[in-house]
Every structure is written in C-alpha cells, then in structure tokens.
C-alpha cells in the first residue's frame, strides 16, 4: 500500500563533488541490489562497482548525462539517470531513462513516480519530444508503473541477444505534446 510520504525530486548539479559522491553512492547500491535481484548478467563485484562508479560523473558530465534525485526529508532515496538521444524522424532530442532505482525500504511510496514526473517536467521544458525506456518484461512492478503512467510499447516484446543468453525486453516511450 502506497505511503502518503511527498517526495522531492531535483535535477542533480553534477560539478558538486557533495552531489557526485552522492550519486556514486546511489548508483552503487543500484548495481549492487537492483540489478543482482533482477540476475542481470552476473553478479557485481564490489572492485567492479567502485571502478565503474569513479568512470560516472565524467562519462555523465562529458556526454551530457542527467541525473535526477529523490529524497524524502534530507534523505536521498531514489535515483535517475537519463541521456540523451535523437529522433532521427523529428529531429529532436529524445531522454532516455537508463536507471532508476529507490532504495528497497523506500518503494511504494511514489518516489519511482515522483523522479518519472521530474524528469518529463523538465525535457518538456528544454523541448525534448519523447522519454524512452527499456525494461525487463520481469521486472512486473517497474512495467505497471511505466504503463500506468503512460509508456507505451514499441513494439511490446523485442528478443535481444544479451551476451550468452536471451531474455525479453520492453521498449517503451512517453510522447512529450509540445
């Protein structure tokens, strides 16, 4: 049952080392948790993680990545990552959403929600044309949020080869009215 708790959302300002750090913090305990609990590929080391993480802000920074923040009081409890692309038929910039992820104690409480409506907030604003967004089939609970809030699929289900194996994979996409 979701919680009455309000959540605050902002862009992250990635030239502050306090804000970088924090990331980097979330982003590990991403890879850590959400990614292991979905067996995507293999298990990650804690070597592994720390060396990916210290190579965020500045692929984030020099490929203009952006980064979304929940936090519930003074409490950072959700994470965002987005990048940009382009629609080759439109010619306009397309946010794709490549990681979210709120802390495991923190779900259901509209944090998820809180950083999908931020990001679409602020790509209307800077005159994006769509959010896109790939997720695992499996991944039932982040599914019904991205349809409840309005993703749809393109086309519903895609077969990727990822690495040795197959698993199914959703595309969706969330069209922002000009």
Known sequence: MPSSLSSNVSKANLSNPDIQELVITMTLELQRGGRARLNYGTDV????????????????????????????????????????????YTLRLVLNVHDMYVREENRQQGHAKALLEAARNWAKLQGYVRLSLEVQAKNTRAVK??????????????????????????????????
Do not use: W
Request: aromatic fraction near 8%.
């Open 45 to 88: 080391s804690d070597e592994h993680a720390a060396n990916t993480t210290k190579q965020l802000i500045p692929l984030l920074l020099e490929n203009g990545g952006h980064v979304f923040l929940a936090y519930q009081g003074d409490a950072c409890v959700g994470i965002m990552i987005c990048l940009n692309s382009i629609s080759s």
């Open 145 to 178: 949020l991205y349809r409840e809030f309005g993703f749809k699929g393109v086309p519903e289900n895609r077969i990727m080869e990822d690495l040795a194996k197959t698993e199914t994979k959703l595309y969706l996409e969330l069209g922002l009215a000009s």
